[in-house]
């Protein structure tokens, strides 16, 4: 059963560079059929997505966070990262990896985020 | 980019009702709109995909409707571990990824 466990520091000082882990087990990271993405959660509010890479290094980012945010994948272990450069307080969120992938219906392709990690939150104050 | 806003942003009702949330595009998406639900300190999970296909292990209880900027989640008989917040999102633009503000369910 494929599963998605993030890491990394709980507490970034502003300006710094927020770095964050997606370990992928019981499956490849290396599947033709899976992005693997990040997803954002302020405190009390709702789900933004940041962006998505394909095992290839294939990346799609939100255009909001497009200048700050780098997503990468390395195949030999089964990860994908996240950095977000320069924070602020307003990154303070909880952080969730998640996989992308689709299904076919009527020659048509339907793509949705079907495995989460548990969320990692991390704090930007100094 | 693509806005989706729910409607009601929160909801009381009891375990046994029926229950419909919302969820209204910008533009013109097809059928491209999945609903997840979330419980507190929970990752989201996946309950509908392509506006009304319902993911392997959701209950029947739950369906989905609608096509173009309208859609629907609708609960037929709420049950106890139904109460949580439900996001629809769209995935009609692959390069911008948008959910929904969320209709948080809780019991009357």
């Known amino acids: 059963q494929l599963q998605l466990q993030e890491s990394g520091p709980g507490l970034v000082k502003p300006s710094e560079t927020l770095s964050l882990t997606c370990t992928v087990s019981g499956g490849s990271i290396s599947s033709s059929r899976s992005y693997w993405g990040w997803i954002r959660q302020p405190p009390g509010k709702g789900l933004e997505w940041i962006g998505s890479v394909f095992y290839s290094g294939t990346t799609y980012y939100n255009p909001s966070l497009r200048s700050r945010v780098t997503i990468s994948v390395d195949t030999s272990k089964n990860q994908f990262s996240l950095n977000v450069s320069s924070v602020i307080a307003a990154d303070t969120a909880v952080y969730f990896c998640?996989?992308?992938?689709?299904?076919?219906?009527?020659?048509?392709?339907?793509?949705?985020?079907?495995?989460w990690g548990n969320g990692t939150t991390v704090t930007v104050s100094s | 980019d693509i806005q989706l806003t729910q409607s009601p942003s929160s909801l009381s009702a009891s375990v046994g009702d029926r229950v419909t949330i919302t969820c209204r595009a910008s533009?013109?998406?097809?059928?491209?709109l999945n609903w997840y639900q979330q419980k507190p300190g929970k990752a989201p999970k996946l309950l509908i995909f392509a506006a009304s296909s319902l993911q392997g292990g959701v209950p029947s209880r739950f369906s989905g409707s609608g096509s173009g900027t309208d859609f629907t989640l609708t609960i037929s008989s709420l049950q106890p571990e139904d109460f949580a917040t439900y996001y629809c999102?769209?995935?009609?633009?692959?390069?911008?990824?948008?959910f929904g503000q969320g209709t948080k369910l809780d019991i009357k």
């Open positions: 999102q769209q995935s009609y633009s692959t390069l911008l990824y948008t």
């Open positions: 533009q013109n998406i097809r059928n491209y």
């Open positions: 998640a996989r992308r992938t689709y299904r076919s219906l009527s020659d048509y392709y339907y793509y949705y985020m079907d495995v």
